[in-house]
Structures are given as C-alpha cells and as structure tokens.
C-alpha cells in the first residue's frame, strides 16, 4: 500500500512539475497581461493554445543582418539618389540588408520634410522626429543633416555618415559575429486588423556589459507620392521602407531587464497592436493594406546606440 501511495505521489509530482514548466514557457503571465486580447478572432485561451510560440522549435539567425537608417526628406533634392543606394544595398542581399527610411531632420523638422501644396503628404510621426531631434543633438553624432544614414549605427567616425558609407559599414556588420539573437513570431487576424508579436532575445556575448533594449519599426512598404529629385519636383516618386512609427510608442523602445527575464536566461517581449491604413495626402484617409507593411526588430545598446541585431517580419 505505501508502494503504491509512493508511485501514485511521484506521478501527481511529475505531472504538476512538467505542467508548470509548459506554463511558463508557453504563457508568461507577466507578459499576457500588457496585451490587448480584444485583437484576437476568438477566445483567448485559444489564442494560447494554438497561436502562443514554442520557442524551440522556432530557429534564429546565426548570422548578423543589417539594417540602414536612412534620414530623408520629400523635399531634399539629393535624398532620392542616396535612397537608391540604400535600395540596391538591400536587393543585393534581401534576406540580411534592410533599410528605415525616417522622415526627419537633425532638429526633427526641418524645410525637407514639410507638408506643402506640393509635397502633400505628411511622412513624419512623433517617433521619427523625436529620434531626429535626438541624434541631432548627440554630441558627436555626425548627424547634421538630410541626406544621412547609418548602419547599424556603427562609429565610422561619427554614427551617421552619407550614404557612399552605407556600402562598407553593412558589409562590415554582414561579416561581423552575431553577439545577440532574436527569434520572432507575428500573428495578424485581418477581421480585427490587429497583430501580436513574440519575441525571445538570447545574450551570445557575456563580454556585453550595457544595458540593451529592443525597438520595432512599423514600416509601409512603398507609396507613390511627391519627392523633390534634382531640384525637379517630381509627383509620382516611389517612396520605399516608411517609417510610420514605433510598435509600442516608445522611440527607444523597451530595456531588457529583470521583468522580462526568464530563468532560461533568456528575454521574452511581446506587442499587440492595431495596423494602421496607408499614408495618404494631407487631408485624405489612406486605404488599408497589410500586405504592403512590415515590422523590423531590433535589439540596440543604450550606451553607443549600436544595434546588434535585426530581423523582419511581415503581415502577410
């Protein structure tokens, strides 16, 4: 009898211990609780059961992608020819290269990116201009005005540099040992038009002493609106990679710390969101489209701004 009572508390013992390790891995209760479950289709119990990752099974980059800041403007003359370097970057190598084209200047705002009769549509967004009135300001930056650009925010001699820079430095992140991965995983449901995403951020470096933090770049793939080439205004230009905002309102997006540290010694961040229509003319309301935006996800020192690793998803 006490055999039986041994083994039948060693079965009960095993299933809760194998239950909650499951439970923690799968549904971290500190991290549900910031997400607005209302975006999801149907229940949220079965959003758990069957949307929630399983990390392991899900593989992360071993190699170190790119991703080049680009600052421009709609009326900046000389920002259409450095935004097709940044292109060609990026179709040369699609799966690692990846471009942000932020609207904004030095001081946020400036000349270039107005919203006139003629350039009529408004690119910048609270984000955007707070990152440019930042950099601007940052002692040694080399940001001093549009165009200019950064990959990976890597000091050449300065972070930002013009855009015949932009070649090399992701060259150099390409080639460079990957200290930081990301896995990720985006959930959209077109019936709410909402997306969540998950993510699980390993340290492969303990050399990494600074505090590190993630962003997520919402970006609209492509519009055809006004730009200023050469001097010549130009009303069907093709403006790539927007940068509409950042995934959580936060510019420097969220601190890996404690709270979002799991016991596996790995971080976990999740958001849920609402995608918002394209952009349109002043005035206007933009269609909705999922298919033409994209999410970059970035894990960044919060001491020399560098970015260590970047990843993309899609909504559709």
Known sequence: MK????????ILVSFITSSCDKVENIYSPA??????????DGTWSEYLENEWPDFATLTASS?????IEDYTGHNCSNCPSAASIAHALHEANPERVFIASVHSGPLGM???QQVTSQYNVDFTNSNSLELGTFFGNLPGSG???NPSGTANRLIASTIFYPSAGWGPKSSEVLASTLKVAIKSKLNYFASTKGAFIHTEVELLDASISNEL??????LQDSMVAPQNVSSIFTPNYVHRDIHRKNISGQTFGRTLNASVLNENGRYYLDYS???PNQLAPAGGSGTFDASNMHVLIYVFDKVTYEIYQVVKEKFI
């Open 3 to 10: 055999t039986k009572l041994f083994f039948g508390l060693l």
């Open 31 to 40: 991290v549900i609780t910031a997400l607005d479950t209302t975006l999801y």
């Open 63 to 67: 190699m170190r992608n790119a991703i």
């Open 110 to 112: 400036s000349n270039f």
């Open 143 to 145: 940001f001093l005005g």
């Open 213 to 218: 933090a993630m962003t997520v770049y919402l």
């Open 273 to 275: 969101f609402v995608v």
